[in-house]
C-alpha cells in the first residue's frame, strides 16, 4: 500500500524527525572539539587524515600523494571523498576548520540518509506510516557507530546514502515498469563505486532485483546495461589506479589480504561479525513476516535486506576491520541505517497473531545480545552485565509492544532496541571519559606533532606508524613504518 501526504506536511513532519538528531550530533561534534592542551580544534580520525593528507597535497601540487614529493602509493581506499577533501582544501580551507568542514559533510548526508528512509516509509509502508517513518528516519543520527564514524571523517556517511539512493531508485524503477535505464540509478552506482570500490556489491543486488521484478520484456536488456555501467566504472576506477599509482588496487587492500589465507580472514570475520546476530535474526524475521505479500513493499524489504546481507557477507570474507573494539566496525556502519527501513517497513502491521514470534525474538535479543554485542576479541565480565541489561531492556520493549495491535508501536519497539543494542554500549564506555566521540589522543597527538614540527628541521625524515595527523600537522618527510603509503 502506497500512501501520500502534502508536500508541505512531509517537509514540516520530516522537520520534526530530524530536530532531535540534528541537535544531537551538533553537541557531540562541539563536545569533541574541547582541547585540554590548547585551544578547541576540530580533528578527525587517523585513518580519515590520510585521505586529509593526499587531498591536501593534490589541492597545493597537483600529486596525489600523501604529502608533497611523497613516492606515488595509494594509501586510501576513498577516491572520491578524497576528492572532496581535496576541493575543501583547494577553496581556502586547512587544519581545523577543513576537518570541521568534513564531519559538517557528514551530519549533512546522515540527514540526508534520514530523509530518503522517511520518504521510503511514507510511500510504501501500511499502516500508520506517519508515525514509524518518525521513528525509522529519527533513529539513523542515534546508531552511534553510523554517527560516530561518520563525524569522524569516514566515508560511511555517504555510502550510506549512495546505498539508500539506489535502493529508492530500483523500487522506483521496478513500481514504474520503467524500460529505459534511468539516471536516478546509475548516480549512485558511479558515485558510490568512486567513492570505495566494495560499493559494487550494492550495485549487483540493485541489477539482481532488476532481473527478478523488472518488465519482463525488457528486463533482460536493463541488466545487461546496467551491468554495464557497475563493470565499466569499476574497471575505470581500476584502471586509473593502475596507471596513476601501478596498481590496479589500493596498497591498504593488498596489505589486508596478500598472505592471509581466505579460512583465516573468514573465521575472524565471522567472529568480528558475531555481534550482528542480533540484526540478522531481526532481517530474517521480518522477511518471513513478508512471505505471503507480493505487493511493492515486500519487494522494498526483500532488496534492502539483500544489501546488508550482501555487505556483511563481505566483511565477514576480508576478515572484518581494523576498528571493533566496542562497536560494529564501518561495513556494518555502513548499513545499519538498512534495518530500521526494513523495519518499519515489515513490522508496524503486525497483529497478536504473530506475537509468539516476536517473544521468540525477544528472547533470543536476551540471549545473544548480551553475549556478543560486544567485541568477541576483548569480552570481559563487565562488559557482560552491561550489555545483559541493554539487551533484557530491548527484550522487554519488543515483548510489551507485541500485545499492543496498534500500528506503529510493534516496528517503534524494535527499531529503539536496535538502537539501544548498537549504541548503548559504545556511548556508555566513551561517556565514562568525556570523549564521545574518541577525540582527545587524536587531539595529544596533533598538539605533539605541532611541537616536533617547531623542533625539527625542515628537510628531517620522521618515521609514523601514526600516518595521517603527524603528515598533515609536521609538514615533514614522512616514512609510514607500517607501509601503507609508502
Same mark, same amino acid.
Given at each position: 500500500?502506497?500512501?501520500?501526504?502534502?508536500?508541505?506536511?512531509?517537509?514540516?513532519?520530516?522537520?520534526?524527525?530530524?530536530?532531535?538528531?540534528?541537535?544531537?550530533?551538533?553537541?557531540?561534534?562541539?563536545?569533541?572539539?574541547?582541547? $585540554?592542551?590548547?585551544?578547541?580544534?576540530?580533528?578527525?580520525?587517523?585513518?580519515?587524515?590520510?585521505?586529509?593528507?593526499?587531498?591536501?597535497?593534490?589541492?597545493?601540487?597537483?600529486?596525489?600523494?600523501?604529502?608533497?614529493?611523497?613516492?606515488?602509493?595509494?594509501?586510501?581506499?576513498?577516491?572520491?571523498? &578524497?576528492?572532496?577533501?581535496?576541493?575543501?582544501?583547494?577553496?581556502?580551507?586547512?587544519?581545523? $576548520?577543513?576537518?570541521?568542514?568534513?564531519?559538517? !559533510?557528514?551530519?549533512?548526508?546522515?540527514?540526508?540518509?534520514?530523509?530518503?528512509?522517511?520518504?521510503?516509509?511514507?510511500?510504501?509502508?501500511?499502516?500508520?506510516?506517519?508515525?514509524?517513518? /518518525?521513528?525509522?528516519?529519527?533513529?539513523?543520527?542515534?546508531?552511534?557507530?553510523?554517527?560516530?564514524?561518520?563525524?569522524?571523517?569516514?566515508?560511511?556517511?555517504?555510502?550510506?546514502?549512495?546505498?539508500?539512493?539506489?535502493?529508492?531508485? !530500483?523500487?522506483?524503477?521496478?513500481?514504474?515498469?520503467?524500460?529505459?535505464?534511468?539516471?536516478?540509478?546509475?548516480?549512485?552506482?558511479?558515485?558510490?563505486?568512486?567513492?570505495?570500490?566494495?560499493?559494487?556489491?550494492?550495485?549487483?543486488?540493485?541489477?539482481?532485483?532488476?532481473?527478478?521484478?523488472?518488465?519482463?520484456?525488457?528486463?533482460?536488456?536493463?541488466?545487461?546495461?546496467?551491468?554495464?555501467?557497475?563493470?565499466?566504472?569499476?574497471?575505470?576506477?581500476?584502471?586509473?589506479?593502475?596507471?596513476?599509482?601501478?596498481?590496479?588496487?589500493? +596498497?591498504?587492500?593488498?596489505?589486508?589480504?596478500?598472505?592471509?589465507?581466505?579460512?583465516?580472514?573468514?573465521?575472524?570475520?565471522?567472529?568480528?561479525?558475531?555481534?550482528?546476530?542480533?540484526?540478522?535474526?531481526?532481517?530474517?524475521?521480518?522477511?518471513?513476516?513478508?512471505?505471503?505479500?507480493?505487493?511493492?513493499?515486500?519487494?522494498?524489504?526483500?532488496?534492502?535486506?539483500?544489501?546488508?546481507?550482501?555487505?556483511?557477507?563481505?566483511?565477514?570474507?576480508?576478515?572484518?576491520?581494523?576498528?571493533?573494539?566496542?562497536?560494529? +566496525?564501518?561495513?556494518?556502519? !555502513?548499513?545499519?541505517?538498512?534495518?530500521?527501513?526494513?523495519?518499519?517497513?515489515?513490522?508496524?502491521?503486525?497483529?497478536?497473531?504473530? &506475537?509468539?514470534?516476536?517473544?521468540?525474538?525477544?528472547?533470543?535479543? !536476551?540471549?545473544?545480545?548480551?553475549?556478543?554485542?560486544?567485541?568477541?576479541?576483548?569480552?570481559?565480565?563487565?562488559?557482560?552485565?552491561?550489555?545483559?541489561? /541493554?539487551?533484557?531492556?530491548?527484550?522487554?520493549?519488543?515483548?510489551?509492544?507485541?500485545?499492543?495491535?496498534?500500528?506503529?508501536?510493534?516496528?517503534?519497539?524494535?527499531?529503539?532496541?536496535?538502537? #539501544?543494542?548498537?549504541?548503548?554500549?559504545?556511548?556508555?564506555?566513551?561517556?565514562?571519559?568525556?570523549?564521545?566521540?574518541?577525540?582527545?589522543?587524536?587531539?595529544?597527538?596533533?598538539?605533539?606533532?605541532?611541537?616536533?614540527?617547531? &623542533?625539527?628541521?625542515?628537510?628531517?625524515?620522521?618515521?609514523?606508524?601514526?600516518?595521517?595527523?603527524?603528515?598533515?600537522?609536521?609538514?615533514?618527510?614522512? #616514512?609510514?613504518?607500517?607501509?601503507? +603509503?609508502?
Amino acid at each position: 500500500m502506497m500512501r501520500t501526504i502534502s508536500r508541505l506536511h512531509q517537509r514540516a513532519l520530516f522537520g520534526i524527525t530530524a530536530a532531535p538528531g540534528l541537535l544531537f550530533m551538533l553537541v557531540l561534534q562541539w563536545q569533541s572539539s574541547e582541547n $585540554p592542551w590548547g585551544s578547541r580544534r576540530f580533528t578527525l580520525f587517523d585513518d580519515a587524515m590520510i585521505s586529509m593528507d593526499y587531498g591536501r597535497t593534490l589541492a597545493k601540487t597537483g600529486e596525489l600523494v600523501w604529502f608533497p614529493g611523497a613516492p606515488r602509493v595509494q594509501g586510501f581506499t576513498n577516491p572520491l571523498w &578524497t576528492l572532496w577533501m581535496a576541493f575543501v582544501h583547494l577553496i581556502g580551507f586547512n587544519g581545523s $576548520p577543513a576537518a570541521l568542514i568534513i564531519s559538517l !559533510t557528514g551530519i549533512v548526508l546522515i540527514l540526508a540518509s534520514s530523509w530518503i528512509i522517511f520518504d521510503l516509509v511514507l510511500t510504501y509502508s501500511a499502516g500508520n506510516s506517519q508515525l514509524i517513518a /518518525v521513528l525509522a528516519a529519527g533513529s539513523l543520527p542515534f546508531l552511534y557507530p553510523l554517527t560516530y564514524w561518520t563525524l569522524r571523517g569516514m566515508e560511511v556517511g555517504a555510502l550510506t546514502f549512495f546505498c539508500l539512493l539506489l535502493l529508492r531508485a !530500483t523500487i522506483n524503477h521496478i513500481r514504474d515498469g520503467r524500460v529505459r535505464i534511468q539516471f536516478s540509478m546509475v548516480l549512485p552506482m558511479i558515485l558510490g563505486i568512486a567513492t570505495r570500490f566494495d560499493f559494487a556489491i550494492f550495485c549487483v543486488v540493485a541489477v539482481a532485483a532488476l532481473l527478478m521484478w523488472g518488465p519482463a520484456y525488457v528486463k533482460v536488456r536493463l541488466v545487461a546495461q546496467y551491468g554495464a555501467i557497475v563493470v565499466g566504472t569499476a574497471a575505470l576506477v581500476c584502471l586509473a589506479q593502475k596507471l596513476y599509482w601501478g596498481s590496479w588496487l589500493p +596498497n591498504t587492500y593488498h596489505l589486508k589480504m596478500d598472505g592471509v589465507s581466505p579460512i583465516d580472514r573468514i573465521a575472524r570475520g565471522l567472529a568480528s561479525s558475531a555481534k550482528a546476530t542480533v540484526l540478522f535474526a531481526i532481517v530474517a524475521i521480518a522477511i518471513i513476516t513478508q512471505l505471503r505479500s507480493k505487493e511493492m513493499h515486500q519487494r522494498l524489504v526483500v532488496i534492502a535486506s539483500a544489501m546488508f546481507m550482501a555487505m556483511a557477507a563481505y566483511a565477514v570474507y576480508i576478515g572484518g576491520d581494523a576498528w571493533e573494539t566496542e562497536m560494529f +566496525n564501518r561495513f556494518y556502519a !555502513t548499513i545499519l541505517p538498512l534495518v530500521p527501513l526494513i523495519i518499519g517497513i515489515s513490522f508496524n502491521t503486525i497483529r497478536k497473531r504473530t &506475537t509468539p514470534a516476536f517473544i521468540a525474538l525477544a528472547l533470543l535479543v !536476551t540471549s545473544i545480545g548480551a553475549g556478543v554485542a560486544v567485541n568477541p576479541f576483548g569480552f570481559s565480565e563487565k562488559h557482560f552485565y552491561v550489555v545483559a541489561v /541493554v539487551s533484557l531492556v530491548a527484550a522487554l520493549m519488543i515483548i510489551s509492544f507485541s500485545f499492543i495491535p496498534r500500528d506503529g508501536l510493534m516496528a517503534g519497539a524494535v527499531i529503539a532496541a536496535v538502537c #539501544l543494542i548498537v549504541s548503548a554500549y559504545p556511548v556508555a564506555q566513551q561517556q565514562k571519559n568525556n570523549d564521545l566521540l574518541l577525540t582527545r589522543t587524536n587531539l595529544l597527538v596533533t598538539e605533539s606533532v605541532e611541537t616536533m614540527r617547531d &623542533t625539527t628541521e625542515a628537510g628531517a625524515r620522521i618515521g609514523t606508524i601514526w600516518a595521517g595527523v603527524p603528515a598533515y600537522y609536521s609538514h615533514r618527510t614522512m #616514512l609510514d613504518l607500517l607501509g601503507k +603509503n609508502d
